[in-house]
């Protein structure tokens, strides 16, 4: 086949053919912007071989296993692109670095969001809204307060979103019919700004939680991200507290980084949940869920917990030597898209930078960096592509900052649910959602009868006889004898 600058010649085919050799049978798949939709390969039927197990289903068509989505594309969209080999990232067709130096985090929220940049009055009225949508209902704000001090932060923010559910019944294509959201865009709208607006309240909320001090009402004077840092810090001190404009500053950047990176772990749960057509602040709570895990938004969190075990430069190497013997993991390295450094962390350098010159400079900075330079030069991480992600450097940030470890995974959040929203409504808007239910291969137990209870034996589970013994908490009190 002729290819110029990996284009197929016009004249060639744009086609896969696959011939499955147990029948004989060759079909012919359409390649469309370099993709093969799975389903064609249900075309490849034949007779069960012989002493093939039932459960392959092999007369009704071959199946496509994937597992973990290594090289399955969930969606087609229109959203982000990311050039993993280049270290490229872009949203609507705009790099992220000139977003990060040029937009704020709302104006990119609506560009993920609408698709287009705003004029200057569209912009206008996008902040009105949103900063006149920051206030939760008190019954709400009441089961957030009945969370205990020292629940994690994200345990916080995934519950008030499945709670907020609750609160909005209009909202709801459970009650409202399934139709709601392709019938009425200005309800859509609506639940858009309003989730952007409260995902910061609730943010602050789990914050004040900790500090065991009174909810803040939000300010719809502020940016977006001055009434986040305001309504952790105000105190008593009268209206006139305005957090430190140049952190202010400094989080809307990494808001704008952190706003969209296409089909992450969260945003294919957002795709997946919100596919079944329930309504988006449960989406929101399910994709929120997906990101709280140590391998995903979590991992910034993790960063510092490395670099603090580590506790030195001078134990790089045996950390190191740990890693690659696989006791350990190198978290904020590594990506299943990215085989060239992360591009936001490069512009997140810079932004570390700015806080320190504010901040003052975090100590575990310096073995940050003898870290990704001693693994940058080591042959274990370069074959395998092992580069920093953007949580390399995230966390030593908010360390500077002074936000407590745990609270890091939800300065991700915030800024994703404008992902998650743009996912949502891509999908909606589609008029082709479809839900969202994967195959699998059964490879368990082939068919067989019940046993009676006195006629089993006993068999182990997870090499083990059974469940041990679960301690329960008992008083001293209830243990005296008589
Ligand atoms: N430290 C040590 N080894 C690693 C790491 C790491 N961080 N990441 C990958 N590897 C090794 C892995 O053991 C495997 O080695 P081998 O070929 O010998 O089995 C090889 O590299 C390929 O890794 P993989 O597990 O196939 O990669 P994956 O695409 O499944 O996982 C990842 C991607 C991000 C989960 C993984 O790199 C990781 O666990 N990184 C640390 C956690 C982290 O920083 N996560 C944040 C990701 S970026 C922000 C986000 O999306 O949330």
Redesign the pocket.
């Known amino acids: 086949m002729a290819v110029t600058n990996g284009i197929p010649a016009a004249n060639s085919k744009n086609t896969l053919t696959v011939t499955d050799n147990r029948t004989g049978k060759s079909i012919e798949i359409a390649i469309t912007n370099n993709s093969i939709p799975a389903a064609a390969f249900t075309q490849l039927k034949a007779p069960y071989g012989a002493g093939e197990r039932e459960e392959n289903d092999t007369p009704y068509g071959l199946r496509v296993l994937d597992p973990?989505f290594v090289n399955t594309a969930m969606i087609t969209s229109e959203i982000t692109y990311i050039d993993g080999n280049k270290g490229f990232l872009m949203h609507r067709g705009y790099p992220i670095e000139q977003l990060a130096e040029k937009s704020s985090y709302l104006e990119t929220a609506y560009l993920l969001i609408y698709g287009e940049l705003p004029s200057a009055a569209q912009y206008s009225r996008w902040q009105w809204e949103i900063m006149h949508h920051t206030f939760v209902a008190e019954d709400l704000a009441h089961i957030v307060r009945s969370m205990r001090y020292d629940s994690h932060p994200m345990s916080i923010f995934i519950a008030a979103f499945a709670s907020m559910s609750a609160f909005a019944p209009e909202a709801n294509p459970a009650l409202q019919g399934q139709d709601l959201y392709v019938l009425n865009k200005s309800l859509m709208n609506k639940q858009i700004v309003r989730i952007l607006g409260k995902a910061t309240t609730i943010a602050a909320m789990a914050y004040r939680i900790r500090i065991n001090r009174p909810f803040a009402l939000p300010r719809s004077d502020l940016s977006y991200t001055e009434n986040l840092l305001y309504m952790m810090d105000h105190m008593a001190e009268p209206d006139s507290f305005r957090p430190d404009p140049r952190l202010a500053k400094a989080l809307d950047i990494l808001f704008i980084l952190h706003a969209d990176?296409e089909m992450?772990c969260s945003t294919a749960t957002m795709v997946h949940v919100g596919s079944s057509l329930v309504d988006p602040y449960s989406c929101v709570a399910a994709a929120a869920s997906a990101l709280y895990g140590p391998?995903?938004?979590g991992?910034n969190e993790a960063v510092i917990r490395m670099l603090t075990k580590i506790g030195s430069v001078d134990n790089v190497p045996s950390f190191l030597a740990r890693?690659k013997s696989?006791q350990e993991?190198?978290?904020?390295?590594?990506?299943?898209v990215y085989r060239e450094t992360d591009p936001r962390s490069k512009v997140i350098r810079q932004v570390a930078d700015m806080v320190f010159k504010v901040c003052g400079r975090e100590p575990l900075i310096e073995i940050a960096i003898a870290l990704r330079d001693a693994a940058l030069a080591d042959e274990y991480f370069t074959s395998?592509k092992?580069f920093p992600?953007?949580?390399y450097w995230s966390g030593l940030i908010y360390k500077a900052m002074g936000f407590p470890l745990d609270f890091y995974p939800v300065l991700f959040v915030v800024p994703r649910v404008a992902g998650y929203l743009a996912h949502w409504k891509q999908q909606l808007d589609s008029g082709k959602n479809k839900i969202s239910r994967p195959r699998q291969v059964y490879v368990g137990k082939s068919r067989r009868d019940y046993v009676d209870l006195n006629d089993r034996q006993e068999r182990d589970i997870d090499g083990k006889n059974g469940l041990d013994e679960i301690p329960h908490y008992i008083s001293k009190r209830r243990l005296t004898k008589l």
């Not at 190198?330 to 299943?336: P, T, V």
């Open positions: 973990s990176h992450n391998l995903h938004g991992a890693v696989k993991l190198l978290f904020g390295f590594g990506h299943r395998r092992l992600n953007v949580d």
